[in-house]
């Protein structure tokens, strides 16, 4: 449960670039709908950062993986789902690709860290991939999948995705799709509070998508290999929290009222010390799953829907005290807070409704 010199070292310079080079390029992310080709070009060149050759290597440390999605986070919380979305792909494919697979997709996405690529996983209303209503149905030349899914990234963009469905005998299949002529979308269209720039839907409907029993991943681990991705999402958020209580906590100190730093006075100082414990137990329970995972110890949905559940709360809770620590500054465009508080009502819903996340703790 305790990271390495090097996943510290890792992590500690991809944040600063994280802050110094690529938050600037959001605003204008979020302006053009689209991730600036700078974004793209900046990742291109980190030969070390995690994912870089599409995990074609391996998938054996997947905690350096989360921590890159967790540094990557401070940067913009749309920025940094680009590069996810991506990788999250790039991850199920090298996990449970046949050869062929990894042979025809990993060399693509290591080609270009924001590829735009689509991962058709999450459902909405607190599901957890055991109980996904999207169906796979085996006919004799393949597979015919039907469902809705939700907060889709990359629609109408995507040169491919996985969809994640569930068979008749209710076990996790996950199929890598070319043709995205039957899903259909809704909401992509529609003004978004945040995320613009990976050109999100709010539905991806799919209606009897035939696909060939090639396209078709191994069963053999992933459960596991969707359990990383679902951790990989809540560092993102993470990071994001993070990001926002930092910043409010560095405003305070150099913010000043009757002749002192705000830092000073106990309303703002013991939220802010209450934000940043409830970070770093997040990040140990984050790292405690992680672990459990790799060794195979632990792959139960349950463990990684507690840690999503309070990674969800947490970042709500950090932007809402950021913007409130900041008072009117906190809502100008001046200050990226005012994005990550945006930013967090969908970052949360993604995965876990947030109306469930209460129910998920009381039960830990």
Known sequence: MTIDPEQERLGAELQQLAVNRLRPLAAKAELDR?????????????????G??????GVADPLTFCLAAQSLG?????????????????????????PAQRERYLPRLAADPTLPV???LFEGYGRAPSELDTSARQVEDGWILN????AVANADTAEFAVVVARDAEGGLRAFVIDDLSAVHYRGNDDRWLSLQAVGPAAYAEISNLHVRSEAALSIDGIGAALSVCRLAQASLVLGAAESATRYAADWSMRRTAFGRPLVGFQGVAFVLANL????????????GAL????????????????????????????SREGI??????????????????????????????PLLNPLVLSNN
């Open 52 to 57: 870089s050759d599409a995990f074609a290597s």
């Open 74 to 98: 401070w940067a913009d919380p749309a920025l940094a789902f680009g590069w996810l979305t991506a990788r999250q792909v790039a991850w199920l494919i090298a996990a449970s690709g046949t």
């Open 147 to 150: 469902g809705t899914k939700t």
């Open 34 to 50: 689209v991730l600036p080709a700078e974004f793209g070009e900046i990742l291109a060149s980190l030969p070390w950062l995690p």
């Open 118 to 120: 689509s991962l058709l």
């Open 276 to 287: 940043f414990m409830d970070i770093e137990s997040t990040k140990a329970q984050r790292d």
């Open 291 to 318: 672990g459990a995972l790799a060794e195979g110890l632990d792959d139960s949905e349950l463990t990684t829907s507690r840690v999503v559940a309070q990674t969800n709360h947490l970042v709500r809770n950090a």
């Open 324 to 353: 409130e620590l900041m008072g009117v500054h906190g809502v100008i465009t001046d200050h990226p807070v005012e994005r990550i508080y945006r930013s967090a009502g969908l970052l949360a819903a993604i995965d876990f409704d």
